[in-house]
């Protein structure tokens, strides 16, 4: 702790020039405070520069999670574009075989497997077909009998049969073309 004058001034009773000894200390000791009180506002500037620094990156770290959420939103676009645009192609294949535009649905995509290549596709969905001609727009053959939910009648063309051996997913899939149910 700094000595005040009024404790100099007693440590220095007796001595003949003890005012030139308490000025001379006090003058160094004005000049060590000054020091201080520069330094001091210094750090404060350096300190008022760094909150500001951090408080710019703040901004620009919301900015960045700003621009990295809209650059995933425009990724997830484009894979449903892609993903759209594939399925497009597989949508063309079953509507150039012939399928009932009414049964291409996500339900059909996942029972005629797509395969590697578009080729397989077509054969799969070919060979898928030939078993399941109900999926066929053209001479469509209703059916008519009893299942799991009940007694249905349609008013579809063609020979009128029952629906066993067939899934709930098959006997939907011949009901949504023109059927009842009773």
Do not use: C, W
Not at 11 to 24: A, R
Not at 64 to 86: P, R
Not at 122 to 140: D, I, Q, R
Not at 169 to 174: D, F, L, N, T
Request: hydrophobic share 30%; no cysteine.
């Amino acid at each position: 702790m700094a000595l005040k004058r009024a404790d100099l001034e007693r440590l220095l009773s007796g001595v003949e020039n003890k005012d030139d000894i308490i000025n001379t200390i006090m003058a160094e000791h004005g000049k060590s405070i000054n020091e201080l009180k520069a330094e001091n506002e210094t750090l404060k500037g350096q300190i008022l520069d760094k909150t500001n620094e951090y408080n710019d990156l703040v901004e620009k770290t919301k900015d960045y999670d700003t621009m990295k959420q809209s650059n995933e939103d425009l990724n997830n676009q484009i894979t449903a574009f892609k993903s759209k645009e594939e399925n497009q192609k597989y949508y063309s294949v079953l509507k150039e075989l012939g399928y009932n535009e009414e049964f291409i649905d996500e339900n059909i995509f996942n029972k005629v497997q797509k395969g590697e290549s578009i080729e397989t596709f077509k054969s799969n969905a070919t060979n898928f077909l030939k078993e399941k001609p109900m999926y066929k727009a053209e001479g469509f053959q209703h059916r008519q009998g009893t299942h799991s939910s009940g007694t249905y009648n349609g008013g579809g063309t063609g020979k009128i049969e029952n629906f066993e051996g067939m899934s709930d997913e098959e006997v939907y899939a011949a009901l949504k073309h023109n059927a009842t149910i009773k």
